[in-house]
């Protein structure tokens, strides 16, 4: 449920215009409300069937990117910091992190056009813009409550996937952007660029005062108010050995570096209003998001920009009382009596926080804390047939070990928070059973943009089934 | 499970709930009250405030004010209200009340960056520059984004620092926001350009906005400026028409009544004029208080003794460098500048480049025998003329004969 509020917001016919003073001499620059080129949607962590022995990582930035929204583009803030961290010990902080910066070229500056007709590849000056990416590879130690950063370089250049446009300006998009796959020598796999909205969830039912589509949840029917949208993705694939605490490669489930958290983040600038003309300070993050459900259902709005501050390591002492006692539980039983435990909720702050114990929960650190990341265990082998209600489906190489593209996290988070865990099985969800597109079997998984010439979004309804 | 008649209600529910209680409340709402009251009222508030955008009739913002009301009657510390009412204070120049509001909003919400931008703005047009620093500066640090950075550009721009402008404004630009919010930075930054004389750069700026949003009238009436400048007065004329048939906005219609008279078209000018007193009507009529353009406007196109008495009220009401200067112009205008240049200094007093204010100080200067003095400012309103209206070139220009 990450950013649904933000999608909805974006797609109700753009309810937040920048409200602007009509007497305009004054200036008075938009308030605080999207800021989509930071925005992390979601966060995914899982080990591919066809790629066993390395952590899988996909992390979207931009919601509900509208396909055919040219001629400015999307695209990732070349004045931004993406992230994507890995925890390796279970307390909270990063170990290992991998940093994308990016610059965007323009060939032709007198020409607004993003690419001319039949532009075939990177090299090809028909394309006129080109936005290139460099990842950097941080290693983070803590001594006496420090962070020591060591940082290298991996690549510098990489090109990122271009919008998909349409078949006229790319006669063959998938092959073009196929070429935006890349192999480095340590073995990491990268994909940046476009694709679509791997994110599934039936909105426009809910928000047309609770208009039910069909008379039970869990049966189908819903519309998937996301399908047709595009997000801005990195996609990793990282030798086990790159994540692990001890550098090494996992012997199976019970190993004791086979435990990972992973969640993303966004940095920007913080520049000096005044003084040392038109200097810049630091970093400031402004996003972040791990588990899907807990950025923007559990962390109440008061809260919010202080959760988009803070690291993972803080989440126990500042946001813990909300998951414990999460109002959504009250509201579901207030409105409706499906009988979810109100407090005492350890059974979320385990699954969500903490990890399932001799499942995904990090070994060798006390408590374990609570801390807000995708924590999953890469010596569990893939699912022959995925489940997409994940662990709660039997499925234990599912959410929340891991989050895996098909993982209908609405559902199961539904299901978790009605008390699921504590025995209170009720077949809850939103209609929405799968993305609209169809995930690649291979390397980058998420599926191709669609592109501006097709764009209808919203489109999808899910065909009726019983519970 | 019978009782769970409508499990996708319970889906519904929840997230109406989450729209309340992440609606910035610092204490969430009781279940009971989920999904009704002050986040759906302010949100109201905010649809008429873009609606008076689009349609330029501020009869939107009494609406605006009804539903920001009820929406703090449901809820009084909301944020949302407090921010929304506090934002629409400053629509109507109501500097104090937005400060109070922005300040309250922050009591309410001291985790939230929301309130920064609504105590900033009202600061800087309070005059209380350092203030205002320290506001930004709270606000680039907590949340940097379109928002801080714009906000930052503007605070160097009031204090002479145009580069480090138009470097966050780039900024604000390269982060984003929704497609209208883009065009405003990036019309934004072409005003800078064009106020250091890069017109192409401004150009640029200008056709970006234009991309994003069709016909963006800002925009549309930046390019205008060019035009104007280059000495194109029919293409600026057309393109003033099209901004203002978007949006009839007080200062693109005076603009257009300035480039129609150069044109030697009288009637249309005089129409234009009218039109932008009917606007300067409305706007009094909805409540808004006169600020500095109100005065400049009767300065330029009304009575200059009205322009002093409305200058000394605007100046009591908004003691900003943009007051000092309409009341210094006001005072010139009215014969009488030895006092316009006592107020003309204090409105560069932060260091401000405006090339307008240049002008009003080198006019107060010229007129009351300081012919050193008025060179200085003169000549240094030349970089920036190309952002002054026909009008105000035309004063340069003979001045510099």
Redesign the interface.
């Known amino acids: 449920m990450r950013k649904l509020l933000l999608a909805a917001a974006a797609m109700l016919a753009c309810a937040i215009v920048v409200p602007l003073a009509l007497s305009s001499s004054h200036r008075e620059a938009p308030g605080i409300a999207l800021d989509p080129s930071a925005d992390n949607t979601d966060t995914y962590a899982w080990t591919a069937a066809d790629s066993p022995g390395a952590l899988t990582v996909a992390a979207d930035w931009i919601p509900g990117e509208v396909p055919a929204n040219g001629p400015n583009f999307h695209s990732f803030d070349d004045r931004a910091r993406y992230y994507i961290h890995v925890d390796n010990t279970g307390d909270g902080r990063p170990d290992v992190s991998y940093r994308f910066s990016f610059r965007t070229k323009v060939r032709n500056k007198n020409s607004f056009l993003y690419a001319l007709p039949g532009a075939s590849g990177f090299a090809d000056p028909k394309l006129n813009v080109i936005q290139r990416y460099s990842v950097v590879r941080e290693r983070h130690r803590y001594r006496h409550g420090h962070d020591r950063v060591s940082e290298k370089t991996l690549a510098r250049g990489l090109p990122v996937a271009p919008p998909n446009i349409g078949p006229k300006t790319f006669p063959s998009y998938d092959n073009f952007v196929n070429a935006a796959i890349r192999s480095l020598h340590d073995g990491t796999k990268l994909f940046v660029g476009q694709r679509d909205d791997p994110f599934f969830v039936d909105l426009g039912a809910t928000f047309d005062g609770i208009n039910l589509r069909k008379g039970t949840g869990n049966q189908g029917e819903g519309k998937d108010d996301l399908s047709g949208y595009n997000v801005h993705s990195i996609v990793m694939q990282l030798p086990e050995r790159l994540v692990t605490r001890d550098g090494k490669a996992v012997s199976g489930a019970d190993a004791a570096n086979a435990v990972v958290g992973v969640w993303s983040t966004t940095e920007r600038r913080r520049l000096q209003v005044s003084g040392g003309r038109g200097g810049h300070g630091g970093w400031v993050q402004v996003s972040r998001l791990g588990n899907p459900l807990v950025n923007e259902v559990v962390i109440p709005l008061g809260k919010k920009d202080q959760f988009n501050r803070t690291t993972p390591d803080r989440d126990a002492a500042l946001y813990g009382k909300y998951v414990v006692k999460p109002e959504l539980a009250a509201v579901m039983n207030a409105l409706f009596g499906v009988g979810a435990p109100e407090d005492n909720r350890t059974d979320i702050v385990q699954a969500l926080l903490q990890g399932i114990p001799d499942l995904n929960q990090h070994k060798g650190v006390k408590g374990p804390p609570a801390v807000d990341t995708i924590k999953v265990n890469l010596g569990t082998p893939p699912a022959s047939t995925e489940n997409r209600f994940g662990v709660i489906g039997g499925d234990t190489a599912g959410y929340p070990n891991g989050r895996r593209l098909g993982d209908d996290v609405v559902d199961i988070d539904l299901q978790v928070v009605a008390g699921f865990l504590k025995g209170n099985k009720v077949p809850l969800g939103d209609g929405v059973d799968r993305n609209d597109k169809p995930f690649l079997a291979t390397f980058p998984y998420l599926a191709g943009p669609t592109s501006g010439f097709d764009s209808a979004p919203s489109t999808r309804v899910e065909p009726g089934h019983t519970p | 499970?019978s009782?769970?008649?409508?499990?996708?209600?319970?889906?519904?529910?929840?997230?109406?709930?989450?729209?309340a209680?992440?609606?910035?409340?610092?204490t969430?709402p009781a279940?009971?009250a989920?999904g009704t009251g002050g986040r759906d009222y302010a949100?109201l508030g905010?649809?008429y405030?873009?609606r008076?955008?689009?349609t330029?009739d501020?009869a939107f913002y009494s609406r605006a004010e009804r539903a920001f009301d009820l929406s703090l009657r449901t809820h009084p510390a909301g944020?949302d209200g407090l921010?929304g009412a506090g934002?629409l204070a400053?629509?109507r120049?109501d500097f104090r009340e937005e400060l109070r509001l922005g300040r309250e909003a922050r009591r309410a919400?001291p985790?939230?960056?929301?309130p920064l931008?609504?105590i900033a703005?009202a600061e800087?047009?309070l005059g209380r520059y350092g203030d205002a620093?320290r506001t930004?500066?709270r606000l680039?640090?907590?949340?940097?984004?379109?928002?801080?950075?714009?906000?930052?550009s503007?605070?160097?721009e009031l204090?002479g620092?145009v580069?480090?402008?138009v470097?966050?404004m780039?900024?604000?630009i390269?982060?984003?926001?929704?497609e209208?919010?883009?065009a405003?930075?990036e019309t934004?930054l072409g005003d800078l350009e064009l106020m250091r004389g890069r017109t192409a750069a401004a150009r640029a700026a200008y056709?970006?906005a234009l991309?994003?949003v069709k016909d963006f009238p800002?925009a549309l009436t930046g390019l205008a400026r060019i035009d104007a400048a280059g000495g194109s007065l029919t293409r600026a004329a057309a393109r003033l028409r099209r901004s203002t048939n978007r949006l009839p906005?007080?200062?693109a219609l005076t603009f257009l009544a300035e480039v129609e008279s150069a044109l030697g078209r009288r009637r249309a000018a005089a129409a234009d004029l009218a039109a932008a007193r009917v606007?300067h009507r409305l706007?009094r009529r909805s409540r808004?208080l006169p600020?500095?353009?109100?005065v400049l406007f009767e300065a330029n196109h009304g009575s200059p003794a009205r322009a002093v008495a409305l200058g000394r009220r605007v100046w009591r009401l908004a003691p900003s460098i943009?007051s000092a200067d309409a009341l210094g112009w006001g005072l010139t205008r009215a014969g009488r500048p030895g006092e316009g240049l006592v107020w003309a200094r204090r409105a560069l007093r932060t260091g401000s480049v405006d090339p307008t204010f240049r002008l009003h100080a080198g006019l107060a200067a010229l007129r009351s025998g300081r012919r050193g003095e008025a060179r200085r400012y003169l000549t240094a309103a030349v970089r920036g003329a190309a952002a002054l209206s026909p009008g105000a070139r035309r004063l340069l220009e003979e001045s510099l004969g």
């Open positions: 499970m009782r769970l008649a409508a499990p996708l209600a319970v889906f519904g529910a929840v997230l109406v709930a989450m729209v209680l992440n609606h910035g409340a610092t969430p279940p009971a989920a949100a905010n649809t405030l873009a008076a955008r689009e330029g501020p944020v921010v934002t400053g629509f120049h919400a985790q939230l960056a929301r931008p609504v703005d800087i047009e620093a930004i500066q680039v640090d907590t949340k940097p984004g379109l928002p801080a950075y714009a906000r930052v503007y605070y160097r204090h620092d580069v480090g402008a470097r966050a780039r900024y604000a390269s982060a984003g926001s929704s209208e919010g883009t405003y930075v934004l056709r970006s991309r994003d800002q906005l007080t200062t606007q706007l808004t600020d500095a353009e109100a943009r």
